[in-house]
């Protein structure tokens, strides 16, 4: 059955101690043993049963008395490693071959799928028994019945109370043992009350199951602490990520795959060693889900409300918790898609990526643990967003060279503009010039001062086109006049006139002012 239904209460105070005192199948005198496999199973085993042979009458002296063997937690044979399981199953239907020995064993369901796969199913399952966790008038029944038997009477109301606080809750029934034991040890006049119950229960309102449950935690930490060094912090990560945080509500149990959990140690014998003993206290159970996939969970939701030790650890580590949680749902879901060949999909962009990179290499990643798939994520991230830089890198080198051709290419083909204006001025210019030498000489001689002005006007050439064209055209249309001109200090200078404006000048003649015609 599942964890802490009530199989080794059953085995070990029902069926043991009854098959002790009045025998089975109308036999009596059996020799009843218990063992736990631990991490010496086979040894374990040899050990019970050279106890009873040791024992055991002769054939010759007297009847044989049978063996009950009782091994509870089963499971730890799957969980010790090695070949102890293979090597336990094997000595054990070695033994089942002598028909004075028989046994009983106790295993959690969520280990089911290893019994059935070993040398021991084929001689339990037909006579396999499946305890399922009390309720109703059974839970109420087991508190009442123990003390029925030792002449004790539990008052309803007692009964009735213990019921309401623990039914329905997984993991529960080891706490209610422990409230009871107690109970018992106050009992007076042989008459278990409510107002007892209420007298162990504190000022706050605690009940005496809650206060059981801070009892053996804190005795549960103590423990592992001083076995582990470090011990507390790992029953720290483990029990915060058993709990789902509420936003706005009170806390609740968060059920998980125990693979989910192992990071919260720094290996895996540790973690071992400290999940057993979490579930040998009853703070922890385990079972199966529809996958059949082993997973964890706190056995009460009165672990976190009652018990301060884990309250403190939820209020100091949630906000670290959170990223750690996140992270890892991120890392899954990368991890998703990278199975469906979306590798790049789902990936941290830049500024989640630096957030998660300073996390990795900070205090809370050593403290909490960090997945390995959340690291293959980061790393992935880093990856691309390098790839990424560089290909912007590309681009931006790309286009700049782009522009930087386009530029010199721009640039070229201005200065071949300009210089292809320049010379193109340039012969208009000597066109120009060359018209003018020509027409001057076609002057009458008696027009010589202006023949020799149009020649040096066409020497000197700095006016525009237009203007030269235009110039030529009234040398050639009209009557011209070309005279010489004093200026200030004596100096003079020639001057072409055409309809009373002077259209060119230039150096005195040395034949002085002279009219053409």
């Avoid at 028994?129 to 109420?140: D, K, S």
């Avoid at 809750?169 to 008459?191: A, D, K």
């Avoid at 959340?374 to 060279?401: D, Y």
């Avoid at 008696?446 to 700095?462: C, E, H, K």
């Amino acid at each position: 059955g599942p964890s802490a239904c009530g199989k080794s209460s059953l085995a070990l105070a029902g069926v043991g101690p009854h098959v002790a005192a009045h025998g089975l199948d109308g036999t009596d005198g059996w020799v009843v043993d218990t063992i736990r496999p631990g991490e010496t199973p086979v040894r374990q085993l040899d050990a019970a049963v050279e106890r009873w042979r040791q024992g055991r009458p002769s054939l010759g002296r007297g009847p044989a008395q049978p063996l009950l063997l009782m091994v509870d937690e089963l499971e730890e044979i799957y969980t010790g490693g090695g070949d102890g399981a293979a090597g336990f199953e094997a000595r054990m239907a070695d033994l089942l071959t002598d028909p004075d020995i028989h046994v009983v064993v106790t295993v959690r369901a969520d280990f089911y799928p290893h019994l059935m796969s070993g040398q021991l199913w084929s001689l339990v399952s037909s006579c396999r028994v499946e305890v399922v966790p009390l309720r109703g008038e059974a839970l109420r029944e087991a508190i009442r019945a123990p003390a029925r038997r030792n002449g004790v009477v539990v008052a309803d109301g007692l009964v009735e109370r213990l019921a309401a606080e623990t039914e329905g809750q997984p993991g529960l029934l080891p706490f209610l043992q422990e409230t009871l034991v107690t109970l018992w040890s106050g009992l007076r006049h042989r008459y278990l009350t409510l107002e007892a119950y209420d007298r162990i229960t504190d000022p706050s309102g605690t009940s005496g199951v809650v206060q059981a449950i801070r009892r053996v935690a804190d005795s549960a930490v103590g423990e592992i602490e001083a076995r582990h060094r470090g011990g507390e912090r790992i029953v720290r990560n483990t029990l915060v990520r058993l709990v789902q945080f509420g936003e706005g509500r009170p806390h609740t149990r968060r059920q998980l795959p125990v693979d989910k959990l192992r990071t919260a140690a720094p290996d895996r014998e540790t973690f071992e060693s400290v999940f057993d003993t979490l579930v040998e206290r009853r703070l922890v159970t385990t079972d199966t889900d529809s996958e059949d996939v082993l997973v964890a969970d706190l056995s009460h939701e009165a672990i976190i409300r009652g018990w301060p030790t884990l309250k403190r650890w939820i209020d100091e580590r949630r906000s670290a918790e959170d990223v750690r949680r996140r992270l890892l749902d991120d890392a899954e879901a990368w991890a998703r898609r990278a199975g469906d060949g979306s590798a790049d999909a789902g990936l941290l962009h830049e500024i989640e990526l630096e957030d998660a990179q300073r996390w990795l290499a900070g205090p809370e990643a050593a403290d909490l643990g960090a997945e390995p798939v959340v690291e293959r994520f980061v790393h992935a991230s880093a990856a691309a967003a390098n790839r990424g830089r560089r290909r912007r890198r590309r681009a931006v080198l790309g286009a700049f060279a782009v522009l930087l051709l386009v530029a010199v290419a721009l640039a070229v083909s201005t200065v071949n503009a300009r210089q292809a204006e320049r010379e193109a001025e340039q012969a208009s210019t000597e066109r120009l010039a060359l018209q003018l030498r020509a027409s001057s000489a076609e002057i009458a001689d008696n027009g010589l001062p202006l023949r020799a002005l149009l020649v040096r006007t066409a020497d000197r050439l700095d006016a525009t086109p237009v203007s030269l064209v235009e110039m030529l055209a009234t040398v050639e249309r009209q009557r011209l006049i070309t005279a010489r001109v004093d200026a200030p200090k004596g100096e003079g200078f020639d001057a072409l006139w055409a309809d009373d404006e002077i259209v060119a000048v230039g150096a005195a003649g040395e034949r002085g002012a002279e009219v053409g015609p």
